[in-house]
Nanobody, 129 residues
Framework: QVQLVESGGGLVQPGGSLRLTCSISGFILEDYEIGWFRQAPGKEREGVACIDRTDGDIYYLASLNDRFTISRDIGEKMVYLQMNNLKPEDPAVYYC??????????????????????RGQGTQVTVSS
């Protein structure tokens, strides 16, 4: 059974950093596309970042301007999202998601993560002074 459990969310001041963690079980991490998407109240879901399982290519939401970094530890079965210089537009529930079929990168963007069939419960990120 595929399971993903996020942690690491919280309240941070603008300009601060958080590292989200996704602990996975029930599947082999390198056999799955893996990524993060977010959803803020009243807004559409956004693919934030993802890792392609076949070539390891990484895709990011263009508007992040290199503030976020996705990584994975295959041995520890963990996926991370390091978020730096957090801004007022970043607050949302962040979800870790995985899929063995859909490709995560579409035209250079992590749009495919929105179609992934497995996801966690999400972790809330709040940015406020």
């Amino acid at each position: 059974q595929v399971q993903l459990v996020e942690s690491g969310g919280g309240l941070v001041q603008p300009g601060g950093s958080l590292r989200l963690t996704c602990s996975i079980s029930g599947f082999i991490l390198e056999d799955y596309e893996i990524g993060w998407f977010r959803q803020a109240p009243g807004k559409e879901r956004e693919g934030v970042a993802c890792i392609d399982r076949t070539d390891g290519d990484i895709y990011y939401l263009a508007s992040l301007n290199d503030r976020f970094t996705i990584s994975r530890d295959i041995g520890e079965k963990m996926v991370y999202l390091q978020m730096n210089n957090l801004k007022p537009e970043d607050p949302a529930v962040y979800y870790c998601a995985a899929d063995s079929v859909f490709r995560c990168g579409v035209r250079g963007l992590p749009v495919g993560v929105l179609s992934f069939t497995s996801r966690g419960q999400g972790t809330q990120v709040t940015v406020s002074s």
